[in-house]
């Protein structure tokens, strides 16, 4: 396999589909359960999302999409019992299971952290990038993504001599996987040898352990190590680390509602880990063992920022990224700037003394309302020069798919939508038709199911 040393770090950000709404849909997410009945704005969602793809590329990072999914998913609903024409099975499902339907309709794909864990080739076994899509068994309305990323996946990353496909784990319960949001990739360089940091909720098999008493543990120990088993990845640079129960309970269902890596910079909440500064002393060792450098970690503690306030604000949810010129920014949510605290903080690390060099604040709310922050909208994936010219162009933000999706996201998306609004089956056809067009948009020929069955 061909290794090239030069590689940078590319963002798939999801881009926000057209029924993007609020039911509530996600236990343990406190903004979810909070806005769930409230009405959303799909088109300003997504040209949020956009907004902040087009700061990132202005800052220099590669930037790239990933489709939305098709919603509704009118095949799950006839699959759950639902007949008749697609008209009538959306009212059914809106009469008999209205929550059911709502996760028919989610948008959430849009997460792209949770689409899939990536390693790359300069940390796997056969040279190759592995992925493997999240089963997101832990709720339907997300469970139902994993077949649509693993083909957006493989349009976008067809090449088999550089990238490696697995297939989402079993989803069950113990296998719950929810990708690279409990993921942390540490390196020197994107291309050298990296540490693959996974964090799990809890152990489901086998002796105890903690576990939250309060909310669910979405991602387990056995399908952290499944993953890593299947991408073929270095036990010694390999890293098996407890989330804080007692942080779950306040609202982290994810590790990156509390803590982000890039490269040697790590950010992270005290109360992030189980085993406290153990496991930050365990991620630096293997740091320095892999690479021969120093981690350059980044505290705060709870007396300055609480784990409550790290939800309600998402200051870890933000994207910690190296900039051309050897930078690095963190891109924050604007409910950081908003919240004195948490505003505080971030002016002390620019203000010296910190790797963080610069933060940029983006306007999301319409993701945030639904417990989505900058670096849930966005999977990374290391991609040496050899690999970039082997991945679908199409997607790739320049100025012009910027405007064109714009546009199309003008033409398309509606201004208001309530769950009474699911079952509207003027809803499917807007849907249908902006994705068709989005195809072409992207270059991704008939990708959409709806356009194969005709
Ligand atoms: O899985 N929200 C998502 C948010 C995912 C955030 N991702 C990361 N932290 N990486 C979730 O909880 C809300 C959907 C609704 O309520 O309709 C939702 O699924």
């Known amino acids: 396999m061909k290794r090239d040393a030069v590689a940078y770090e590319v963002n798939f950000d999801g881009l926000v589909g057209p029924t993007h709404h609020y039911a509530g849909l996600a236990y343990g997410n406190l903004a979810s359960e909070k806005h769930g009945g409230t009405v959303s704005n799909p088109r300003q ?29 009118v095949r799950l609903l006839r699959r759950l019992g639902f007949a008749g024409s697609d008209a009538e099975v959306l009212w059914r499902a809106r009469r008999e299971a209205p929550l059911v339907l709502a996760a028919a309709c989610s948008a959430s794909s849009m997460w792209a952290a949770n689409a899939a864990t990536v390693s790359p080739a ?54 719950g996987d929810e990708g690279a949001a409990n993921h942390t990739r540490l390196c020197r ?43 073929g990845l270095e036990p010694a640079r390999t890293l098996f680390v407890q989330q804080n129960p007692a942080a779950i309970d306040v609202g982290v269902f994810h590790n990156d509602v509390i803590c982000v890596g890039n490269r040697d910079v790590l950010f992270y909440h005290g109360a992030a880990f189980a085993e406290g500064a153990k496991a930050v002393e365990a991620i630096r060792g293997a740091y320095a063992r892999a690479t021969g ?115 199309w996201v003008r033409r398309w998306y509606r201004e208001r939508l309530g769950l009474d609004d699911l079952a509207d089956p003027k809803l499917l056809e807007e849907s249908r038709g902006a994705l068709e067009e989005l195809t072409e948009i992207l270059g991704l020929g008939d990708f959409y199911p709806f356009q194969r069955e005709g």
């Open 45 to 73: 969602a997504a040209l949020q999302g956009l907004a902040k793809m087009k700061l990132l590329a202005d800052l220099g990072v590669r930037q790239a999409v990933l489709p939305p999914q098709e919603r509704p998913d």
């Open 122 to 175: 300069a940390d796997t076994a056969d040279g190759r990038t592995h992925l493997t899509p999240a089963n997101l068994a832990s709720h339907l309305h997300r469970h139902i993504e994993r077949e649509g990323t693993a083909a957006a996946l493989k349009a976008i990353f067809a090449d088999e001599v550089c990238f490696a496909h697995h297939g989402s784990l079993p989803a069950a319960g113990q296998l």
């Open 189 to 231: 360089e994107y291309g050298g040898p990296g540490v693959e940091v996974f964090v799990y909720g809890r152990r489901a098999m086998g002796e105890g352990g903690r576990t939250p008493g309060r909310y669910p543990a979405r991602q387990t120990l056995e399908a952290s190590m499944a993953v890593a088993r299947l991408h």
């Open 293 to 407: 450098g120093e981690l350059r970690c980044v505290e705060v503690k709870e007396e300055e920022v609480s784990v409550g306030e790290a939800v309600g604000s998402y200051l870890f949810n933000s994207q910690l990224v190296s900039l051309p010129e050897g930078k690095t920014a963190l891109v924050c949510p604007q409910e950081c700037r908003e919240q004195e605290r948490t505003r505080r903080v971030l002016e002390r690390l620019v203000g010296g003394g910190s790797p963080i060099d610069a933060v940029h604040y983006v306007e999301l709310r319409q993701s945030m309302q639904n417990g989505g922050g900058p670096a849930c909208l966005r999977l990374r994936v290391v991609l040496t020069e050899w690999e970039l010219e082997r991945t679908h162009r199409g997607v790739f933000l320049t100025e012009e798919l910027f405007e064109r999706l714009s546009g």
